[in-house]
Structures are given as C-alpha cells and as structure tokens.
C-alpha cells in the first residue's frame, strides 16, 4: 500500500506518520511506501518498515499534485491548510491553499482515475473543521446543522467538503472528510489560529512558563486530543464507504467545556502553581472570531460509526504530559 501525507511538517501530519511507522500497516494491508509533503520538508519517522519520500512544496501551485500522485497512492491523507487566524487575516493566501490547492487536488486525482480506465480510485480523507458551521446556534449542534460559516476559513472548508462530496458521488475518488475539533493540547511552539489560546493555557504552565488568555473564562469550545485526530484520520481511511453514505463529511467526537473547566482541569491534574501562569489579557479580534464558532455537538453519525474521543478535559491534559513531557524525559 501507497499513502501520500499532505501536511505532514505539521502536529498532526507527523504524528500520523509515527502512528503508521508504528503500526506498519493501514486497514490490514502492509504499507510499502509513504510520501510526506508539506511546503517545508517534512522529517521521515524514525524506525520506519517502509519507505519514506519527504517533498517540500506549495500546494497552491498547479503543477504539485500531479507530482505528489504520479505513483498513485492508495490512500491520500489531505490535511494541508492555513489555519483559522491567518486564512482571515491574508485573503488570498487562504483561498490559494484551502480552496485552489484542495481543487488542484481532488481534480489532479480525478485525470489519473479516468486515465487509469477506473482502476485507479483512491481513498481520501480530507480534514475540514467545525468552522464551516456559523452562528446562530443551537444549544447543541446536531448532524443536521446548516453549514453557514461566518469565517474565510470556515468558508474554505465548507466549499472542500462541497467538492469531496461531489467527486465521490461521481466516482473519482473515495472520499471521506472529518470535521475536527479544536485539537487540544497541541505540542510545540503557538501559531496562528485564533483557537491556539486553548492550547496555550494548559501547554506552557505546564512547563512553568505563562500564558496568556484572550477570552473570557465562559467560552465554550469542542475539544480532542492530538490522539484523538490521529485516530480519526486512521478510522476514516479504513472505514468502509459504503456505510457513510451521500454526506461524506462527519462532525468527530470531542469533549465540549469552557476556558473555566479547561482551568479548573488544569488545577486537578497540574496544582495551584500551574493555574497562576495564566494571565488575562482580552483581544477584541478573537473574541470576535471565537464569538462565531460553534459550542457543542451530538456528533451521533460519527460514534455510531466507530470514531472515539475523550471523555473529560481532564485525559485530554493527562495525554498531553504523558506524549510531550514524560516520554521526552525518558
């Protein structure tokens, strides 16, 4: 088996390929090659059963797909964007990835599946988010939710969703796309989703430096763990297709709480000492965007297809320490 991995310099594109280093297989079919693409180069996992080809380039540019899919991967994992913050703030760089990079893409796809007479039909699985849904809201967010996003990104995603749909309704590719949560806590250094705060307050006191909180502590935000969308993007590359259905884009499971459970989460786990390091300094632009995300979900079409998250806030912090702290110190 082929996998290609688009994004895969990023949190969850690299511990994806971990997982399948580790794992060796996908679907019970034994993987004999992986390419990771992002616009940097991406570090092959170590102890790898496979091959591993890492290529730095630019999605936005017309001519890459058709590079990333000249071995024809059996399964393309598309999980390259720019994030929420910055996909507001630079309009046409957004669109140029979100948007003209996943069309290159899927359409790239769709020329080699009618050059192969058919033959050639891979899985996708393309990550979209809860942003393709805009207030106002329901209390909870149910499946059937109208997609009416208030955001560039969210946008973005929306019109990604509309198109996996539509090739696969056609047959040119197989595609699955899972709507993420807000992935908390992310590893690493902040960056520039207006959603990175949730992250922020939990990771650096943890590690006894401060962080700053934007946001009032009644914010109500769905949340899983870097786990959890590993997990996902591996349950919706094995899943069979026939049991999604039409609607081909799936709210994942999460965990719904507000900055002051996410604190008071922190203060069980990790002490007084650790809450302290968290300082209030609101900012009107993204109270603004968080204002229009949504809160909560009952993501039945997803659970009843066998995709798991957690269950507290408090396991979602526990994971955290025990993958970037603890196994780091060992």
């Not at 079919?29 to 102890?47: E, R």
């Not at 393709?132 to 939710?145: K, L, M, Q, R, Y």
Request: hydrophobic share 45%; charged share 20%; proline share 5%.
């Amino acid at each position: 088996m082929r996998v290609l991995i688009i994004g895969a310099a990023g949190m969850v594109g690299r511990k994806l390929a971990e997982r399948l280093a580790k794992d060796g297989a996908l679907n019970g079919k034994t993987i004999s090659h992986v390419t990771l693409a992002d616009v940097v180069a991406s570090q092959a996992p170590a102890n790898a059963p496979f091959k591993t080809t890492s290529v730095a380039v630019d999605i936005a540019d017309p001519s890459v797909a058709a590079r990333l899919l000249a071995d024809r991967p059996d399964v393309v994992f598309h999980l390259a964007a720019i994030v929420s913050g910055e996909a507001e703030q630079n309009f046409d760089k957004g669109y140029a990835i979100n948007l003209d990079g996943t069309r290159y893409l899927f359409e790239t796809i769709r020329q080699g599946h009618m050059a192969s007479g058919g033959a050639w039909r891979p899985r996708v699985v393309f990550t979209s988010s809860i942003a393709v849904f805009g207030a106002p809201f329901h209390e909870t967010i149910e499946d059937e939710f109208f997609s009416t996003p208030l955001t560039s990104y969210g946008t973005q995603k929306a019109i990604g969703e509309l198109l996996l749909n539509d090739y696969t309704r056609k047959g040119f590719f197989d595609g699955v796309g899972i709507r993420l949560p807000t992935i908390c806590v992310r590893p690493g250094k902040p960056n520039a989703a207006a959603s990175g705060f949730f992250s922020n307050i939990i990771r650096e006191p943890l590690v006894g430096i401060e962080a700053v909180l934007p946001v009032s502590d009644d914010v109500m935000h769905w949340h899983a763990s870097p786990r959890s969308a590993v997990g996902f993007l591996l349950h919706a590359a094995a899943i069979d297709g026939a049991s999604i259905g039409p609607r081909r884009c799936l709210t994942m499971p999460g965990l719904a709480c507000t900055v002051g459970e996410q604190i008071e989460a922190l203060r069980r786990v990790a002490g007084e000492k650790a809450v302290s390091l968290i300082r209030r300094v609101p900012d009107e632009n993204i109270v603004r965007i968080v204002a229009g995300w949504p809160r909560k979900f009952n993501p039945k079409r997803a659970l009843s297809l066998g995709f798991k998250a957690e269950n507290s806030f408090d396991e979602i912090i526990r994971v955290h320490i025990f993958e970037e702290i603890e196994q780091n110190r060992a």
